[in-house]
């Protein structure tokens, strides 16, 4: 039976697509079936994987254009939007291409009219892939394993939305093509063992590592590229939408660094003479804000924040200055060798630290690396006083009758102006929410002296906490 007589008994021309995403492919059939004046009603486009009642038609096999059949128009703008639009999911994409190259053939201008429900159609499809391509370019995140002969192979998870994997493939090698990788998804996976692309089948994500030895150094990275001043959580979220995070080691800093960042920003227009924001709510919210603070050059040190510890409510707050190497590393205020120092002669003074809240004026260890060791430095004024946020938030919090500041970066950190211990200590100052400051010297400080300076500076430090410890049982008797 000739075309002709197959398209007046009504044939449905089914055409089984062999990817998702064959462009030439589809081309070709199209161009077939248009110089048959197959019109798009009497065609079915079939996926890869596809069911269902379009091989209940019965179909008729793909009639041959003849000789001298007629040329097939098609604009350089149609073709590469077709393209493009070819990788979408959405099933009636083919279709939708084919009325299209259909209409063209006797309206050349079709793809000005903007305002064309066809048009429009394609203009979606082509932007939601270009986003999708765009999306796994950026946040396709790679984990290391051991792959054959102990040789690297990074692997990464990824969801695409629409069939993108073939087209950005290409982008991937150019970018990595010293790295062995392999890129698995839900519909198709890539290999590239540094000369070769191979495609492979689709995944399942446990099929990939969850994690890798490198995730903190990436998490340490994006933190120290994340600028605070430029955060807007709207665009951040239309830019890097919610989806992606699960697959990203990184995405789980954000709620801190939001958190860290609207600080700031209530601090600048605090400090700008207008309305106080609010502060943070909870104890753990400063925890979690601190986490993520780049306010001041320590935080960029990526250094882990320490937070403050202790009963909400306790009558007692010591402050120190900032952590040292040992309370970074173990993530607890006073645990070093100052800690140990300041252990004793609290228990000396009959004060119970487990009932103090104990914190410190600066967040993070502030230091410089010397040889293999990383050495203390004292924060400068600038530091503390941007630092005062956290530190007036953790006091508004902890409600403290009594604040004892260890040294002079800590009682900065409460007064926001600087104190000579000599000329403070031994006497309360006053402060605006009712409660009293004493100010005393660091442990520090005692563990740097020694012989009869060290026992001099011990006896001014062990009677400083004796008269706390009398003041804090006048203040608990009401
Ligand atoms: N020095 C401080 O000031 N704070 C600590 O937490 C440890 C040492």
């Known amino acids: 039976m000739s075309a002709a007589q197959q398209l007046r008994r009504g044939a449905i021309y089914a055409v089984s697509l062999p990817q998702a995403d064959d462009f ?27 069911t269902g009642s379009l091989f209940s038609h019965g179909r008729a096999r793909l009639p041959v254009p003849g000789e001298g059949a007629r040329q097939v128009r098609a604009s350089k703008a149609f073709l590469q939007a077709a393209k493009s639009a070819i990788c979408h999911s959405d099933p009636e994409r083919f279709a939708l291409l084919y009325r299209l190259l259909w209409r063209l053939q ?18 979606e499809l082509t932007r939601s892939v270009r986003r999708d391509i765009h999306k796994m370019r950026a946040f396709v995140r790679f984990r290391c394993v051991e792959g054959e002969e102990g040789v690297e192979h990074y692997v990464a998870w990824f969801e695409p939305e629409h069939h993108i994997l ?50 903190d150094l990436w998490r340490r990275y994006y933190a120290s590229i994340f600028n605070p001043a430029r955060l807007k959580v709207g665009a951040m979220l239309s830019e890097m939408p919610r989806k992606y995070w699960k697959n990203m080691p990184e995405a789980e800093l954000i709620p801190s660094l939001v958190a860290g960042a609207q600080a700031r920003e ?21 925890a979690s804000g601190i986490a993520g603070c780049r306010n ?74 010397r040889g293999k060791r990383r050495l203390h430095q004292n924060p400068a004024a600038k530091e503390i006083d941007t630092c005062r946020w956290w530190l007036e938030g953790e006091r508004a919090l902890v409600r403290p009758k009594l604040v004892l500041a260890l040294g002079a970066s800590a009682a900065r950190g409460i007064l926001g102006r600087t ?40 006896r001014l430090f062990a009677s400083d ?12 008797q009401g």
Not at 171 to 186: D, E, G, Y
Not at 310 to 337: K, S, Y
Not at 438 to 450: E, F, G, K, N, Q
């Open 24 to 50: 030439a492919f589809w081309r070709d059939r199209a161009r077939q079936l248009l110089q048959c004046d197959v019109p798009p009603d009497r065609v079915a486009w079939v996926e890869p994987g596809a």
């Open 419 to 458: 104190v000579s211990i000599a000329s403070t200590r031994g006497a309360p100052i006053p402060l605006d929410d009712g409660s009293e400051l004493w100010v005393t010297a660091h442990p520090s400080y005692l563990l740097r002296l020694d012989g009869e300076a060290r026992d001099e500076q011990e």
């Open 296 to 369: 001041c050059p320590i935080g960029a040190l990526e250094t882990r924040a320490v937070a403050g510890e202790g009963p909400q409510g306790a009558p007692l707050m010591i402050v120190g200055e900032q952590p040292g190497d040992q309370e970074e590393l173990a993530g607890h205020p006073f645990v070093g060798p100052a800690g140990q120092l300041l252990d004793g002669h609290l228990w000396q003074a009959g004060i119970d630290r487990s009932s103090a809240y104990v914190t410190n004026a600066v967040k993070h260890f502030k230091y410089t690396m």
């Open 106 to 123: 006797s309206a050349p201008r079709i793809m000005e009219d903007c305002a064309d429900p066809d048009i429009r159609r394609l203009d």
């Open 166 to 215: 073939r087209t950005n493939a290409g982008f991937f090698v150019r970018r990595f093509t010293n790295m062995r990788w392999s890129i698995l998804t839900p519909r198709g996976s890539i290999h590239w063992d540094g000369e070769v692309l191979r495609e492979g089948p689709p995944a399942r994500k446990g099929d990939a590592p969850q994690g890798d030895a490198a995730e």
């Open 465 to 476: 906490l004796a008269a706390v410890q009398a003041r804090l049982a006048e203040l608990a």
């Open 266 to 286: 209530a601090r600048m227009v605090e400090t700008g003479g207008a309305r106080f924001a609010e502060r943070p709510a909870t104890l753990e919210d400063i």
